[in-house]
C-alpha cells in the first residue's frame, strides 16, 4: 500500500480543521470547549478569580506598548502627529488592551487542553467519539480561542486601528504603498499575536502530557518570543533603516505570520504522530 506524500496528509489535515472551524457553533467539542455543556474548562474557572490582577496588568503592559507608538513619532520629531495620533486611535488603545489580555488567556486555554484531557481520563472518551484526532484537536482549539474574547469587537476595532495608521502612515511617508504596508500590519498584528499564543500553547499541550508544566514553557515561549519580536527591538531596527514606520509596523506581524505557518505544520505533524501511535 502506497504511502501519501507529506503534502496530501497536511491538506487533508487542513481540510479537517477548517470544516470543523465552520460548523463550529455546533460541534460538540467545540461546544464542551466553550462550556455550553459538560465539564467547563477547569483554568478558565481559575484564570477568572484572578481577573481583577490579570486586568492590572494588562492595562500597564497594554499603556506602555502604546506609548511606544508615540515615543517613536516623538523622536522623530513629529510632535503635533504624536498628539493627534493618540486623539484618533483611542480604539488602538482598547485593541492593544485586548491583545495582551487575549495573549495571556489564550495559552491556559490551549496549554492544559490534551494533557487535562488526559489526566481527567476524558481523552480516550473522545477518541471514542466519531471524530479523528485532527478533528478532535481542532474542535478544541477553536473552541478555547473564542473564549479568549470577543472576536467581532476586537476585528472591528483593530481594522479601525488599522485604517487610522495607515492615513498616519501615508502623512509621515510619501509612498501610498507603504502607507497600505502600515496599515494592513497594524491591524492584521493583534489578531497574529492571539492566535500565535494559542497555537504555542497547543503545540506544547500536545508534547507536554502535564497540564502544569505545559501552561508554564507555554508563557516562557511566549515571553521569549515577545522580547525578540517586541516593537522595541523593531523601532531600533527602523530607526537605523530608512522608512523606520514601515519595518516598526510590519516587522512584528510578518514574523508573527511565519511563526504561526511553522506552529500549524508542528501541530499538524504532532497530530499525524498522536493518530498513528493510537491506531
Known amino acids: 500500500m502506497s504511502v501519501p506524500a507529506p503534502e496530501t496528509l497536511y491538506r487533508h489535515q487542513l481540510g479537517q480543521a477548517l470544516a470543523v472551524w465552520r460548523h463550529r457553533a455546533e460541534h460538540p467539542i ?23 490582577l490579570v486586568l492590572v496588568g494588562v492595562v500597564i503592559l497594554g499603556g506602555v506598548g502604546f506609548g511606544v507608538n508615540q515615543a517613536a513619532l516623538a523622536a522623530s520629531g513629529l510632535d503635533s502627529l504624536a498628539g493627534a495620533f493618540c486623539l484618533l486611535c483611542l480604539p488602538g488603545l482598547i485593541v492593544r488592551l485586548m491583545t495582551v489580555y487575549g495573549a495571556i488567556m489564550a495559552p491556559a486555554l490551549t496549554a492544559p487542553s490534551i494533557g487535562g484531557e488526559e489526566a481527567a481520563g476524558t481523552w480516550e ?25 470577543n472576536w467581532s469587537i476586537f476585528l472591528f476595532l483593530s481594522a479601525i486601528f488599522g485604517v487610522v495608521t ?30 500565535f499564543a494559542g497555537l504555542l500553547g497547543l503545540a506544547i499541550s500536545l508534547r507536554v502530557r502535564d ?21 522595541l527591538v523593531w523601532m531600533a531596527i527602523g530607526q ?40
Open 30 to 52: 467545540c461546544r464542551r470547549e466553550r462550556g455550553d455543556w459538560g465539564r467547563p474548562h477547569p483554568f478558565h474557572r481559575q484564570i477568572l478569580r484572578y481577573a481583577p
Open 211 to 231: 497540564a502544569t508544566p505545559a501552561l508554564a514553557l507555554s508563557y516562557g515561549g511566549l515571553i521569549l518570543f515577545r522580547l525578540v519580536n517586541g516593537e
Open 240 to 279: 537605523a533603516m530608512e522608512g523606520w514606520l514601515v519595518v516598526m509596523s510590519t516587522g512584528p506581524p510578518f514574523t508573527t505570520l511565519i511563526a504561526c505557518c511553522v506552529l500549524t505544520v508542528v501541530v499538524l505533524a504532532q497530530v499525524r504522530r498522536r493518530s498513528l501511535a493510537e491506531m
Open 166 to 195: 495607515g492615513i498616519l502612515g501615508l502623512l509621515v511617508s510619501a509612498s501610498p504603498l507603504e502607507a497600505v504596508a502600515v496599515g494592513l500590519g497594524t491591524a492584521f498584528g493583534p489578531p497574529l499575536s492571539i492566535l
Open 125 to 149: 472518551m473522545l477518541r471514542a467519539t466519531p471524530y479523528s484526532v485532527t478533528e478532535i484537536v481542532a474542535a478544541k482549539f477553536f473552541g478555547a480561542m473564542s473564549e479568549v474574547t
